[in-house]
């Protein structure tokens, strides 16, 4: 497998403080490899958006994280934490090694300056000493990589369409060529034939390109398409994560199953379409145990008692897979 | 460029109406100034006299509502704004003249200065919460609710009075003649600073509140966390991104201040007897005296266009959105 590029261990993130925090997200523990699409699904509420303002260091408050290492893997050099860089080497961090692509399209931009601002600013705040026509050049370049035309440029975000916005804002992520590109559910807010176009692009750019995709949805159908392995969120832990032609195969977790027999399939033979009964857990009080137990069809003994780890399954295929479920307790435990 | 002759139109059409009013509501006030000025004379003045009074200050009543407002228009083009009862017979286009600069520049001056230091502790307070800006909070809105009258009154007896460095009434020394020389500046200077630091205090407060809050409200978007995201330096986020954006509704605020300097002062300058256009307001209205008080409302008025107008422009300027294309 290839090597890593960012690696979480353990990382907690909490809002508010005290006895009455929150944990939005709890001892994850997820690796993205270089080249690949990590596909991050989950509820409302499950905590992949945290999780990624977490390991980004974006939390507004109340948000503090509250534990683990987020080890980033630059192309040259030594392995270093990005919650321990002080806040100069995190500005220099950000975009020019991870770049984020954010939830709202139409609201990720500035609506009083111009694109071709917002695209240079973020040039010159990483290379003062870039000629103000080599900014604007590269500014164009990007723009025309994402399938928009120059003459954009001058344009103010409210010119454009949802879709050409959220374009823009791909070409923003890339203008620094990083190794790392999360994607917080960058097509919600886009019809579906517009989030397939973008998305396709994004693909391709990233084979053309070579960075990895951090790609948080609650869309699971998209990611079986689109991402390399699949990681699932439920009540701020990963509870099963694996290939993605795996996990639609052969879902472990009953919560991954439920997502999945959630949405119909194009192909093969029809299946009856389930929802998952009950609701998101209240991340204030969260049910002792595997926190899925009170929705889980197949709950039996241990489930609310004691919590699963993530772990290796003893299925024949285990390798190269994890799932946190009493039904396959773990014969390895990740982390 | 076409949205821009709309605007005006629309003032130019606000202005004439306004105009129009100006010229009916003393009207139909009742009373005379004619019989104010009899008095005055007490009986001094022949039956001639009176009608010629009269037929001088437009109120012949053998003219008809409509020939007298044919004249007030004429006039009005003129520069001509009549004679002053009060000030019988200085024309009240001096009268104004004379009062407008003292409000223009202690008021004019106060209002750019509570605007741009409210402005600036503002976006200070909205993006660092809970610094020591917000502990002033408390403070400067307890100033601005107090009346200001009273706020002026309580300056005067506590800090004005013979033996004090504050003079406590009028805009320059009694024993000077206004010429720009180094005698009557200082004594100008020292003369407004009492009632522009009251103004200053009274007024300072809504600045800081309605920028501080847009600035809250702007710190949660989304394009402020994209900010955050690219790397960019706190200080072109917090300018750039947070206060340019939360600056827009305080632009329009600044631009209607503006537009009440000239008349919003009237408390400011009687409670300090200052030389203004609110003070001759003042005087005005005692004696019944039309053609200054309609002067004084025609200023005012204008004003308050100009400052919408310079409003609509600036936030042409400043916000895209609101430019039509074409």
Redesign the interface.
């Known amino acids: 497998m290839a090597e890593p590029v960012l690696e979480i261990r353990n990382l907690n993130v909490d809002y508010g403080l005290g006895d009455r925090a929150v944990h939005a997200v709890r001892d994850v523990n997820l690796t993205l490899h270089r080249g690949e699409v990590l596909g991050l699904a989950g509820e409302s509420g499950s905590g992949k958006s945290t999780l990624a303002y977490g390991m ?1 260091r ?1 939390l ?1 408050p109340p948000g503090v994280i509250t534990g683990g290492e987020v080890v980033y893997h630059p192309q040259q050099g030594p392995a270093y934490d990005v919650l321990g860089l002080t806040d100069r080497q ?7 090694e991870t ?2 692509v ?3 399209a139409m ?8 694109i071709s601002t917002q695209l240079t ?2 040039l010159k ?2 290379d003062p000493k870039m000629s103000e026509h080599s900014r604007s050049a590269r500014a164009r370049e990007m723009l025309k990589l994402v399938g928009i035309s120059a003459d954009r440029m001058d344009a ?1 975000p ?1 010119q454009l369409s949802g879709g050409m916005r959220q374009r823009v ?1 791909i070409g ?1 992520a890339l203008i620094l060529q990083p190794q790392v590109v999360i994607m917080d559910e960058p097509t919600t807010a886009l019809d579906v034939v517009m989030q397939r176009q973008i998305l396709g692009q994004l693909i391709e750019l990233r084979e053309r390109l070579g960075f990895s995709v951090i790609f948080i949805t609650h869309d699971l159908s998209l990611l079986v398409e689109f991402s390399n392995r699949i990681a699932i969120m439920y009540g701020g832990r990963i509870v099963e994560e694996a290939p993605a032609a795996t996990i639609y195969r052969d879902a472990l977790h009953p919560y991954s199953k439920g997502l999945l027999s959630s949405f119909p399939a194009l192909r093969g033979p029809k299946r009856e379409l389930a929802g998952i009964p009950g609701s998101p857990p209240d991340l204030a009080g969260m049910p002792a145990g595997c926190s899925f137990h009170p929705r889980c069809p197949k709950a039996f003994e241990p489930c609310n008692s004691a919590i699963p780890v993530l772990g290796r399954p003893d299925t024949p295929d285990g390798a190269g897979r994890s799932v946190a479920c009493w039904l396959h307790p773990a014969e390895q435990p990740v982390g | 460029m076409k949205y821009f002759l709309q605007r005006i139109a629309f003032y130019l059409f606000t202005a004439w109406a306004a105009i129009t009013l100006n010229f009916f509501i003393p009207r139909m006030v009742p009373g005379d100034p004619v019989q104010s000025l009899i008095t005055k004379y007490q009986g001094q003045l022949s039956t001639k006299s009176i009608q010629s009074l009269y037929v001088l200050f437009g109120l012949d009543k053998d003219e008809g509502l409509w020939s007298q407002y044919i004249d007030y228009w004429k006039q009005l083009f003129h520069g001509d704004l009549g004679l002053s009862f009060t000030f019988f017979p200085t024309p009240v286009s001096t009268v104004i003249g004379q009062a407008l600069p003292w409000t223009l520049l202690l008021v004019g001056i106060t209002t750019v200065i509570s605007f741009l230091l409210g402005t600036g502790l503002g976006v200070l307070a909205g993006w660092r919460r809970g610094s020591w800006v917000d502990g002033l909070l408390p403070v400067t809105t307890f100033f601005s609710s107090v009346p200001y009258f009273w706020l002026g009154i309580i300056a005067i007896y506590l800090l004005a009075g013979p033996d004090s460095f504050f003079p406590s009434s009028g805009g320059f020394d009694s024993g000077l003649v206004p010429a720009w020389d180094q005698y009557f500046i200082p004594s100008a200077i020292k003369h407004s600073l009492l009632p522009a630091l009251t103004i200053l205090i009274s007024s300072v407060s809504g600045w800081i509140l309605s920028m501080r809050n847009m600035m809250v409200t702007v710190s949660s978007e989304d394009y402020i966390t994209v900010a955050h995201a690219k790397g960019l330096p706190e200080r072109r986020v917090a300018v750039s991104y947070a206060a340019r954006n939360a600056l827009l509704p305080n632009i329009s605020g600044f631009a209607l201040a503006l537009g009440f300097i000239v008349g919003g002062t009237l408390l400011v300058e009687i409670v300090f007897s200052y030389p203004g256009l609110g003070y001759t307001l003042l005087q005005g209205l005692g004696a019944k005296d039309y053609p200054l008080m309609q002067g004084v409302f025609l200023v005012i008025t204008i004003s308050v266009l100009v400052a919408n107008l310079l409003a609509d422009i600036a936030y042409l300027l400043l916000d895209p959105r609101t430019r039509k294309e074409g």
């Open positions: 980004t974006l507004a995190l500005r220099a961090w950000r975009w020019a770049a984020i954010f939830q709202g609201n990720s931009l500035n609506p009083v300056h111009k600013d973020v705040a990483h103010y409210h804002m923003m």
